[in-house]
């Protein structure tokens, strides 16, 4: 399994959306957590390092570091807005 961290932005946001799509985003995290290459709703980004998953309307940017075994949350967005930098 892989061990989960949150740059400070994204855990400020994830604790301050509605507790029913914080909780849909946290478990969809588990499940990359689990096996990062298997995961659904997850695409490689192609103009950036990285990968996306999609949860609803929201997307959750992620980079894997795989000599520290970690899924390191870079961003959670909203669909629009998620992919400007």
Partial sequence: MWRIEFTHGALKLLLRMPRDQSTQIRRKLDDVARDPFRAANVKKLIDQDG?????GDWRVLYL????????????????GGAYRR
């Fill in 64 to 79: 894997l570091h795989r000599d520290r075994i970690v899924v390191h949350v870079v961003r959670i967005a909203p669909r």
């Fill in 51 to 55: 990968y996306r998953l999609r949860v």
